[in-house]
Structure formats: structure tokens, C-alpha cells
């Protein structure tokens, strides 16, 4: 006798918690590397007199697993397009989770020589192939399990496991760094990466248990999804273009403050300013604890008040206190440290981050949907947060100020800010594709009627 159908609700729990697991452990493998980028790598892997440039050489590093996410996007997200999303979760699961655990095995440059930042390069880009379909994936299974009234909280499980992953991160590099110098150094740093095939072993439990969407199962019921597309991979661009620049414009701002402020804040607070590593490191927890709270309230107001709005506001917030943000910083002082970052990525960031996760989902059609919003987001990616830290790092170098920095944060703003103004609001929109269709369809025997 076959098991009994699993209610609903019950499945929309389990997609969500399986996208808050999931999501964490993408963040987690990427947090863990940006703090130990700014904190050890450079040292070990990268070694240079002048520490800046060992550090420059980390975050170069860093913006190499960003290179492959596009491509993971683009082949994860069809496939998950084709055989289901839970299949395609399960695979990227394993892909970092295995990357993660093997950075904590490699050997330093002082053992092998330029084997090991060559090592290090190739790990990052499995890291970043798979995580190109990860974030996609977990947020298309919580959103299309959803109550259609609840996509907004929903789809916030996902971005709610970047809060976790960096309370995670760092909490286990704080107590690590609590070490001696030398041991630290030696072993200590290796733990937080080995840690990464726990989260496997767990989001494999969950996620094994998640049944594919009603959605998706309609669609290719119907013959609509799950074969193969006549534009191939790039089927979800030709189908949707508007969708895929729109995107793209929009993760310009929220991408560069994801990684400007707890990568590049934190190599600024712990070496630029000498301040250390563990006030930097206290300041981005603090902002993570206030982000738990905050990335489900403004992924719950998003249902209320639309997505566009709530994620233009984010984006203003976030830009406007980058000139507080330096100059708290500036003052040395702990407590004005950690309110930088606890107003910057605990209050402001939130904004974009929450609804972007049910825009982006509810921008593509059901069988164009995965493949769609994981590569036009792991594009933006690419473009924004994995050149945020390095860019910032280099003109910081170039001038010993951050005003340039406001300057290069503002240019990624406006361009997210352009991209909510042509982009539609979603909050009401269908999520098996019929309306979208419809709507393409009127426009597409409208431009026809229009033609001579």
C-alpha cells in the first residue's frame, strides 16, 4: 500500500524548512570563506609582505567561486526545470557541502607551494557551480508549495538562512579565533569549513522528505514542463527577457551590500583599523541575531504592501547609511562598531533581501521558473556581490578613503533602483504561468497588429 498523501500545510513546512537548511548552508560555505579570506587565508595561502595584497589576492580568490554560479544556474536550474527541484536540491547539497569540507583539507602554500592556492581556486569553483542552483531552487520549492496570500514569508525562509549561516560562520571562527595564535593558524581555522558536511547530512534528511510543487507536477502533467526546451538552456532568456534583465539591474544593490558589509566591513574594521578580529566579528553577529527577526517581518509585509516597494526601500536605507556606517566605524569605539553593522545589514539590507526571493520566483513562468531566476541571479551575482569586496578592497587601496566606495555603492543602487521601476509587481500573480502566458500572449498579437 502506497503512503498516504501528505496535507498541504504540511508540505509547505517541510519546502520551507528544507530552503532555510539549504540556504544556510550556501551562505554558510561563502561566509566562512569571506571571513576567513579577511582573517587567515591571506597568510596562508596568498603570503606577501604587504598585507593588503595578501588580502587583495583572498578576495580575488573569493570572486572566483562567483565566476562558475552563473554556469551552475544555467545547468542546475534547467535540469531542475526538467526532472524537479528537490532532485536538483539534493545534487547542489552534496556539490558544496563536499567543496566546503575539502578547503578545510587543503594543504597551505608554506606545504605545497602554488599547488595550494591553485587547489583553493578549483574548490571555489565547485563551491560557486553549485551554489548557482542552490539559493534558486530552495527559494522556487518554499514559494510554490506556498499559500499564495504567504509567498512573501515563505520565500523569506530562504534569505532567513543567510542570517543564520552568518550567525553560524561566525560564531564558530569567534570561537576559534579564542585559540592561540599559532594553533589557530595551524588547525583551528580548518574546523569551520569541516563543519560544512554536517549541514549535508542534515538538509539531506530534510530534503529527501519534500515533495516536488503542485506547480510544477501540473505543468508537466500538462507536457508544459519537464522536456526538453527548444531554445535549450537559454530557453528561459528568450522566453523571458524583460524577467532576466530585470533581475540582473536589481541584485546591483542588494548583492554588493551583501558582501560589502560582512566581507570588506569586516577586513576593514579587523586590519585597516587594527580594531581586531573579534569586534568585527561580534558586530556582524549582532546584525545577523537582528536579521532573524527582520528578513521574515519584511518578507511578511512584501505580501502586504507589494514586493517592489519594500525592496526600493531597503536599497535607499542601505545607501544612506554607508556615510554613518564609516564613521561609526571610524570612531574605534566597540559599541558605535557594532551599531554600524547592526543598523546596515540587520535593519536596512533585510528590505531587499526578504521580498526579492517571491519577486524573482513570480517573475518566470513554472517551466522556465528554476532555470530563470538561478541564472539571471547568479549573473547579478557574479557582477555585484562577487566584485564588491575586491573592488571596495582596491579603492580603499587607491585613495586610503572610502568615499570612493559611497561612490561605487551609489552606481550599484541606482541600478537596482531602475530595475524595481521597470520591473512588475508580482504579489498577485499566478504562479502556474496561465496568467503570464496570457499577458505574453496579448502583448505578442498587439505588436503583430501593430506591425505594417
Not at 532555510?20 to 561563502?30: A, N, Q, S
Not at 501540473?218 to 514542463?225: C, D, F, M
Request: glycine share 10%.
Amino acid at each position: 500500500m502506497s503512503a498516504p498523501p501528505v496535507p498541504p500545510h504540511r508540505q509547505s513546512k517541510r519546502a520551507s524548512l528544507a530552503a532555510l537548511i539549504g540556504t544556510v548552508l550556501e551562505w554558510y560555505d561563502f561566509i566562512v570563506y569571506g571571513t576567513a579570506a579577511a582573517i587567515i587565508l591571506n597568510t596562508l595561502f596568498f603570503p606577501s609582505d604587504d598585507p593588503l595584497v595578501g588580502t587583495l589576492a583572498a578576495f580575488a580568490t573569493y570572486a572566483v567561486g562567483f565566476l562558475a554560479r552563473p554556469l551552475g544556474g544555467l545547468v542546475l536550474g534547467r535540469l531542475g526545470d526538467r526532472v524537479g527541484r528537490r532532485s536538483v536540491l539534493v545534487l547542489t547539497l552534496f556539490l558544496m557541502g563536499a567543496a566546503t569540507t575539502a578547503i578545510g583539507l587543503l594543504p597551505t602554500y608554506e606545504q605545497v607551494g602554488v599547488l595550494a592556492p591553485i587547489l583553493l581556486v578549483l574548490l571555489r569553483l565547485v563551491q560557486g557551480f553549485g551554489a548557482g542552483g542552490e539559493y534558486a531552487g530552495a527559494v522556487v520549492l518554499s514559494v510554490e508549495h506556498a499559500d499564495p496570500r504567504r509567498r512573501g514569508l515563505a520565500g523569506s525562509a530562504a534569505p532567513l538562512g543567510f542570517a543564520v549561516a552568518t550567525l553560524l560562520g561566525n560564531g564558530v571562527f569567534f570561537l576559534f579565533l579564542l585559540l592561540p595564535p599559532e594553533q589557530f593558524a595551524s588547525w583551528g581555522w580548518r574546523v569551520p569549513f569541516l563543519l560544512g558536511a554536517v549541514c549535508v547530512l542534515v538538509g539531506y534528511v530534510i530534503r529527501r522528505r519534500v515533495e516536488e510543487p503542485p506547480a510544477f507536477t501540473q505543468a508537466k502533467a500538462e507536457g508544459v514542463a519537464g522536456a526538453p526546451a527548444p531554445g535549450g538552456v537559454f530557453a528561459a532568456i528568450r522566453r523571458h527577457p524583460r524577467s532576466f534583465l530585470i533581475v540582473i539591474g536589481s541584485r546591483m544593490g542588494e548583492n554588493g551590500f551583501a558582501y560589502l558589509l560582512p566581507v570588506f566591513g569586516v577586513a576593514y574594521v579587523s586590519t585597516t583599523l587594527g580594531l581586531g578580529r573579534a569586534v568585527a566579528l561580534w558586530a556582524v553577529m549582532a546584525a545577523s541575531a537582528v536579521q532573524v527577526l527582520a528578513i521574515p517581518l519584511c518578507g511578511l509585509l512584501s505580501d502586504h504592501v507589494g514586493r517592489k516597494p519594500v525592496y526600493a526601500a531597503g536599497t535607499l536605507a542601505s545607501l544612506l547609511w554607508l556615510v554613518p556606517f564609516f564613521l561609526l566605524t571610524d570612531t574605534g569605539v566597540t559599541a558605535w562598531v557594532v551599531l554600524a553593522f547592526v543598523v546596515g545589514l540587520g535593519i536596512c539590507y533585510p528590505a531587499m533581501l526578504a521580498p526579492q526571493a517571491a519577486w524573482y520566483a513570480e517573475l518566470f513562468d513554472t517551466e522556465f521558473r528554476l532555470s530563470g531566476f538561478a541564472f539571471s541571479r547568479e549573473l547579478g551575482s557574479l557582477l555585484a556581490g562577487g566584485l564588491a569586496p575586491f573592488v571596495a578592497t582596491a579603492l580603499y587601496a587607491w585613495s586610503g578613503h572610502w568615499w570612493p566606495i559611497l561612490v561605487f555603492m551609489a552606481v550599484l543602487a541606482v541600478l537596482t533602483l531602475v530595475a524595481l521601476a521597470l520591473g512588475p509587481e508580482t504579489v498577485r500573480r499566478d504562479l502556474d504561468g496561465a496568467a503570464q502566458r496570457e499577458d505574453r500572449g496579448a502583448l505578442t498579437r498587439a505588436v503583430n497588429h501593430s506591425a505594417p
